[in-house]
């Protein structure tokens, strides 16, 4: 763009040396009268992701009234030269320093940074011709530019460049804006208001005041009132009264559009990639992501809890987005309650602003604690912790957090504290997990909002940040697809006026999380028991039949309350809140946004298979007692259950049992982190929880020190089948009958299993321990040889066993 940019000045040079004339003298150029006889017959359609149901008709309707220039303001006039082109009652069409200045700044820059295009050049290039980035359409704007200011007045190409300018959508020309936006004409508009639609059309979806960029029309609109002011266009009185001046915009008018959000959306991408005009005249055919069904069921559940969340909880808006995981194709997104009510700020896009998503961020900390080593039985105490260092010293720096229903719980597994979204457990596993590891982790996942891990601390894993529903829904994705991470796809496919594809998605995941870490976020993001204590059994998170994970969370002051829930085939996210951040009342999540999310998943689930997710590696045996639910001892041994001496490699796997040395310690004991600064203070409040449940410790002279006696091989029952006939030949409806011969040396015996070819016949329990059996009744039998065996136990479990093979035939 840059080479093409200084041959473009080159050319000029060619051009005022008059190498060019005579095509200068041959191009044609379309006058004034032709702008009001212009239609455009093919603008962009927007589809669902079968093609068949149209969005949105980009030009369909569209609204432009023509007015001459004495029916437009002055302020309107001036405050569009002061922030688009200060010098446009100077130039000729053309500003060859500008140009200059903007080429040297994106070479520094090594991108586009700055333009150089005039008033003139802008009408041209939105006009009447194509935004392709080709050499000959820059210079044909150029030669077209200087050619309309030799034909026309300054006065005509400001009139025409005013009755062109976009506003977004259908909405062209500063008259239809002016009636639009503040519900009188061009002429009428006051100063502040002026400055706003001088400051919409550089990018007139981003700048809507309709849209999710308020802040920034509103800086630009500053931005318009300082030139102004710096050109002398308005004195310092009019600017501070502009300045000061409180605009109200009329509320948005339903124009024929389904899902408006989204389409909203789509239009912001296509804006920028392909320029307006293309939009307008290229006849694209885009086919997006949206699935129609699932949007309709989206907006239901919206609908249908809007006026109960803002009756009970002072909740005034809500918002849903899902996706599907396995390709991140957005299947569906409501940003609000009504697009069109601007009282309630309905076009407002909530799936795209940022909030903090309270305890919803958790899973991507624990997912950075199971990545190191850490499991979900690892034990933790929930006790009121001082986490600040500098604490009583610093008293402004003290930290002591608490968990939402102000309890403690003591011991706790971290799948208990996941599930049950406990507070003082989640920031210990921060800070085990590490913080930059964490925001390294959840990055890596979706959530690029976070920034820095330096402007975070502890606070994070409790939803300090702030992050978009759409990038936390996306991420909780990456769980429910086994680790791997597809970004958002809001477009299939778009096609050209002759067919012909000029985008496409394409499918390619990537892995960023270890497929055992997802599993075991699913698993207990899955598991209704574990979520019983806040939700209870059965709750509106359970879902009987199907596999769904399911995180709520809160913010602190409740000004937000989320939840995002999955399967293997599809993640939703809904927030419930209010777009001015006034808190709600003070319920958890789960009662204020979960019946409206349950409305939704539960339909959308329907329409889809019924996929399981695949269940995580079990937690391997070798680990420290603290690694697998022991939280009173780090120090661990076996003893047989009956003799209480301790167990040997003869001990039956049933009756060893493991036991700790009694010690309530914190897990940066167990781990030998008696340096860790966090370390007294984790310690502290446990010396007290155990004086005030009067816990018993104990020592390691609590070991035994004998061996298990009772179980040896040589007091294991001895055994032979005895069989009336060995050699007959059974058939199937036989009755065969199987007698023992047992020796016992020390214990008397208490039971035998029978079986056939390893398949359990039954038991006795009582002498002659006798069974009779026919291979019809056993069920799996071979028409040639079969194997009866034997397991006979004492009463300690020690065991014998024998076998015998009968021949069973037709």
Same mark, same amino acid.
């Given at each position: ?622 680990? /420290? +007692?603290?690694?697998?639910? &022991? =939280? ?5 041994? $076996?003893?047989?259950? @009956?003799?209480?001496?301790? *167990? ?118 009582? /002498? +002659?321990?006798?069974?009779? &059996? =026919? ?5 799996? $039998?071979?028409?040639? @040889?079969?194997?009866?065996? *034997? ?20």
């Amino acid at each position: 763009m840059l080479k093409k940019l200084l041959l473009v000045i080159l050319t000029i040079g060619f051009f005022s040396a008059g190498g060019g004339a005579l095509w200068l003298v041959n191009l044609k150029l379309p006058d004034f009268q032709a702008l009001e006889e212009r239609l455009v017959t093919e603008s962009t359609k927007i589809y669902d992701r079968t093609g068949k149901i149209l969005l949105y008709n980009v030009e369909e309707n569209i609204r432009r009234r023509l007015v001459p220039s004495e029916d437009i303001s002055k302020h309107l006039k001036n405050a569009t030269v002061a922030i688009e082109d200060d010098e446009f009652y100077e130039h000729r069409g053309v500003k060859l320093g500008a140009m200059f200045r903007a080429f040297f700044v994106n070479l520094g820059a090594g991108a586009v940074k700055q333009g150089g295009s005039t008033i003139t050049q802008q009408l041209i290039k939105n006009s009447l011709l194509t935004q392709d980035r080709k050499l000959t359409r820059k210079i044909k704007e150029i030669v077209l530019a200087l050619k309309l200011e030799r034909i026309m007045s300054k006065e005509e190409i400001l009139v025409w460049y005013l009755n062109e300018a976009p506003y977004g959508g259908r909405l062209y020309g500063v008259e239809e804006a002016s009636q639009t936006f503040f519900n009188h004409s061009a002429r009428e508009v006051t100063l502040a208001e002026a400055a706003y639609l001088a400051a919409m059309p550089k990018a007139p979806t981003y700048y809507s005041p309709y849209g999710n960029h308020r802040a920034e029309l509103e800086t630009r609109k500053n931005l318009v009132l300082k030139r102004m002011l710096g050109l002398g266009f308005i004195g310092q009185d009019e600017f501070d009264a502009a300045m000061t001046e409180t605009i109200v915009f009329q509320p948005l008018v339903s124009a024929g559009i389904k899902a408006p959000h989204f389409v909203m959306w789509v239009l912001d991408y296509l804006e920028e990639k392909y320029g307006r005009l293309a939009i307008r005249t290229r006849g694209l055919k885009v086919i997006t992501s949206l699935d129609w069904e699932a949007q309709q069921l989206a907006e239901d559940a919206i609908n249908a809890y809007a006026e109960t969340n803002e009756k009970n909880f002072n909740a005034t808006n809500a918002g849903l987005a899902a996706l599907d995981p396995k390709t991140g194709e957005v299947l569906a997104m409501v940003g609000s309650r009504d697009y069109f009510n601007q009282e309630k700020e309905g076009n407002f896009n909530i799936t795209l602003a940022h909030r903090q998503p309270g305890s919803a961020f958790k899973p991507f900390v624990y997912a950075t604690a199971f990545n190191k080593g850490y499991t979900p039985e690892t034990m933790l105490f929930d006790l009121p912790t001082q986490f600040d260092v500098n604490c009583p010293a610093d008293p402004g720096r003290c930290y002591t957090p608490t968990n939402y229903d102000d309890r403690y719980r003591g011991p706790v597994s971290l799948r208990q504290a996941l599930a049950g979204s406990i507070n003082i457990p989640s920031i210990k596993v921060l800070y085990l997990a590490g913080l930059a590891d964490s925001l390294e982790t959840a990055r890596r996942m979706g959530i690029s909002s976070l920034g820095d891990s330096n402007r975070y601390g502890l606070t994070l894993v409790l939803g300090g940040g702030e992050v978009s529903l759409l990038e936390l829904t996306s991420a909780y994705g990456v769980f429910a697809n086994d680790g791997i991470r597809n970004p958002p796809v809001k477009i299939l496919k778009i096609e050209d006026r002759q067919g012909q594809i000029i985008e496409q998605s394409t499918l390619g995941g990537q892995r960023v999380l270890a497929a055992n870490t997802a599993r075991l976020i699913s698993d207990i993001l899955a598991d209704d028991e574990a979520r019983a204590p806040i939700f209870g059994r059965n709750s509106l998170l359970n879902f009987p039949g199907r596999t769904v994970a399911v995180k709520t969370g809160t913010t602190n002051d409740y000004r937000d309350a989320w939840i995002v829930g999955y399967s293997p085939n599809l993640v939703a996210g809904a927030w419930v809140g209010n777009n001015n951040n006034a808190p709600m009342e003070k319920k958890v999540a789960g009662l204020i946004v979960a019946p409206l999310w349950r409305r939704f998943f539960a339909s959308a689930l329907d329409r889809l298979p019924n996929e399981k997710f695949i269940a995580p590696a079990p937690t391997a045996s070798e680990l /420290p +007692p603290v690694f697998r639910g &022991f =939280s009173d001892g780090g120090k661990s041994y $076996f003893i047989d259950k @009956i003799s209480g001496k301790l *167990a040997t490699e003869f001990t039956p796997p049933n009756l060893k049992q493991e036991r700790v040395v009694k010690q309530f310690h914190s897990i940066l004991y167990w781990l030998n982190r008696f340096n860790d600064p966090q370390f007294p203070l984790w310690e502290e409040p446990i010396r007290q929880w155990v004086a005030q449940n009067g816990r018993a410790e104990e020592t390691e002279a609590v070991i035994p020190q004998a061996a298990d006696d009772v179980h040896r091989p040589e007091f294991a029952p001895r055994v032979a089948i005895v069989l009336a006939n060995p050699q007959m030949n059974y058939r199937a409806e036989d009755r065969i009958m199987v007698n023992l011969d047992i020796q016992t040396t020390r214990f008397p015996v208490a039971r035998a299993d029978f079986f056939l070819n390893n398949n359990f016949l039954g038991s006795r329990r009582e /002498p +002659p321990f006798t069974f009779t &059996f =026919s291979a019809d009744e056993a069920g799996e $039998f071979s028409k040639e @040889i079969n194997e009866v065996k *034997a397991v006979v136990y004492d009463s300690v479990e020690n065991q014998g066993s024998a076998s015998a093979s009968i021949r069973i035939v037709e």
